[in-house]
């Protein structure tokens, strides 16, 4: 019997209406001869409000019962989705991870899955029933709950086609039906990519595009996970196959594949720092011990031996950081704190990057054409990012994408 792992996002579970398709959907599936896991996430805006709720409680909420709280919403979507199933004769339970030990370490917000178990849900397919798994979450060795991580749906979808043995795994929005060469909110233009191998998509992923969460796409990389986007509604449009730069098609390699933009940046600068040796090390190890993710770092050119070091951080952690920063104030010795949360991340992801000379002086010439100024700046192999003012964001944009005639 074939095994089809789905995960299913907010919008797609938006409301009982469109549970009940997807119901219907997937009791069709089962009708021929298909074994089905489902992972659910949060319906639609319930993640962003029980995050609210939280902080109007607390600023920094313990993070342990802030996982409690926040997992919540998924769990919610697995029964109703169960319940749907059931109501059409079709065999369903919902089964939450620490039934079936999807164990995780203990950073809570954004654990990693270091295990999961197989045996009660293999028991479970074998019986005919469809597996619905809330996303997002695990359980540490404690047995407390963990979260991982704003779209950590995926990475749930992902890990259980691994060890579940699937052929791939089938990520179905409701918003998009497949992976774009830039956001078509803020571009009507964007094109859809029919292939983009792994590395451009954990690229695309970790600069801003929300299609697919970073880690997930990591985790399918490493352990060669073919991913499939399509759509809920729309069943007889294509989507868009992750998958390794090998097995793409020569006609649909890019030079520069997409442009992303992320809202949801912080820059924080510590000014009048001693620029002595280990000054560094004294500011990012408490930050990275907390589990936040530095983006772009820049030091100014000293001057009296004292100097500047900027950083870029997920707005989400900026408060988190901020605290971290002054509780080790008489370690690291610096002047002053500047927050700056008007910021974007604009970039260009590609693999033709590697053999293509150029691409970085494009991009200069055409942001200093629209007039925008770079303030940060940070390359790798495959892509090129800018720290823009978040008002020329949209405007950035359009320009990049005509430059490298992704229309």
Known sequence: MDLIVQKYGGTSVGSTEKIKYIAKNISKLTKKNKSIVVVVSAMAGETDRLDKITKKISKIPNEKEYDQVI?????ISAGLLSIALLEIKTKAVSLDPSKFDLLTDDLHSKAKI???????IKNLLKEGFVVVVPGFQGINSKGDVTTLGRG???LTAVALASALKASHCELLKD??????????RLYKDAKKINYISYPEMLEMSSLGSKVLQAKAVEYANNLKVKLYVKSTSKTTNKGTWVMDEKSIPIKERKIITGVTHDLKQSKITVSGIEDVPGVASKI??????????????????SIDNKTDLTFTIPKDDLNKTVKILKSNKSKINYREIIQDKEIALISIVGAGMKTHTGIATRMFDTLSNAKINISMISTSEIKI??????????KAIQYLHKEFKLD
């Open 385 to 394: 990012s800018c720290v823009i003012n978040q008002s020329k964001c949209k």
């Open 284 to 301: 990012f190890k408490p930050i990275g011990a907390a589990g936040i993710v530095v983006d772009m770092i820049v030091q100014n050119i």
């Open 152 to 154: 950590g749906s995926d």
């Open 114 to 120: 270091l295990s999961v178990g197989t045996k009660k």
């Open 175 to 184: 918003d998009v039906d497949g992976i774009y060469t830039t956001d078509p």
């Open 71 to 75: 997992s919540s919403g998924e769990k």
